[in-house]
């Protein structure tokens, strides 16, 4: 028999109120509230209260085992009960069942309906770490390229799944230090996932190894966890502060013929000490060094880096002479990288192929002898008039070293001696030798062989 005007519901101190919920219970009940006793629950006396009265809790209209008979001097003094772990997931009534003393019939208070949460978000992971529950999936292109600007601006959308997801559960998905909090709605729980959608402000720093993770506090206070709270780490690279960058084809200023890809040697580069390459491109800035490539005949020539110390700079690079003349006849490929501060990853530019005009006579590449002291040269055999002809050392950095004219000596080959201390002191270094040669008694234009690259 009900008799709430009689029997007070019981009490649960540090119980949670209000709280969200279709069943409209009263309050909460949470986890942190279980000791080793069990579940506090507070008794108010009720009326008439007297030695003898038996008082027992029901959980869910079900006896618990636990109660208390009053003794003598115990009347009208509160008292409490502990319940043990037996409430179920979800909405439980608890009651007070009071039989006095002579009476079979108990007088029962009305039901205090609690929520509890069990397990908790996450469910329960004993020890430290990472929460193996609780799941996070991001889309595959974010993994593999980071966030950019206009990818943050679309939105990333980080899917998150755990055991025991809930509505009015609170996730806190912390962005590299910086928390995002959302409530699981209703249809989110029903789902079975959440899904929170990332957008520039959430991406609020650079950071090639940005990190997402989070944890779940439900609307009872219970934690992911209890100990391993947070979810594994998961990094990014965002990007999305970068200047968008793009990395025009570099110029050559000699390369005056067809739209820039032709250099005409012998009209716009027959004397030069070097070629000109000017790097523009769009988003130079502060802080981005750059670095120019040669891709000629049989090497690639890598310049001096050098920094952007003001934002749209254009900069200029100085290509040694020996890298044009070693692909006269050929194509060289001019591009730059680009690196980005605080990375270390070099960006391409586009490409500019340049065709480098051939002189009169394709000369071959020398070779050298074991001992390195004999080159041979390869002009074309026969040829139409009589030449001389001279060798040259190139060392980088150094004044170039020239033979003494001599007369070619036309045939499948010539061999010319390397001039004594060429080689020897310049031991341990990297050498370019090659060979030029002229119409005897001419003044015509002196044409020039490829380079051999020689370790001294």
Known sequence: MTNALVIAKVIIPGWVTPVDHPGKPEGGVPLSLRTSQGLQVWIDPWLNMSSGDNAKLLSNGSATGIGKTIQPGEENKRFILYLPDILNDGINGLQLAVTRLGSSTPETSAPRTLLYNLPRPGGEVSGSGDNPFLYMTLPIDVVTHGVDAARAAKGVDVTLRYTSLRAQDVITLQCDGRDVNHTVTTQEASAGLVVITLFTNDFWQDNPRFTLRYRVTDQLGNTSGPDAI???????????????????????????????????????FYDNAHATVVVNYLGSNVGQTVRVQCIGRAETYLSDIQPVTSAGQILTFRILRRVIVDSIGHKIEFKYTVRLPGTTEDLPS?????????????????????????????APNPLEAAYTVRISLTIDGQQRLDSVEATYIQGPYMSFSIPPGWVSNNRGKTGYFNYSIRRTSSSDAIIFSPYLKVSL
């Not at 200023?253 to 739209?259: H, V």
């Not at 006579?361 to 041979?376: A, F, M, W, Y």
């Open 230 to 268: 947070w979810s594994s780490t998961t990094s990014i690279d965002v990007h999305v502060k970068q200047p968008v960058l793009d990395l025009l084809a570099p110029k050559v200023l000699e390369a005056k013929e067809a739209n820039g890809t032709t250099l005409n040697f012998e009209k716009d």
């Open 350 to 378: 586009k490409d500019l192929d340049v065709s480098i005009l051939r002189q009169k006579h394709l000369l071959g590449v020398p070779t050298i002898s074991s001992g390195l002291d004999n080159l041979r040269l390869y």
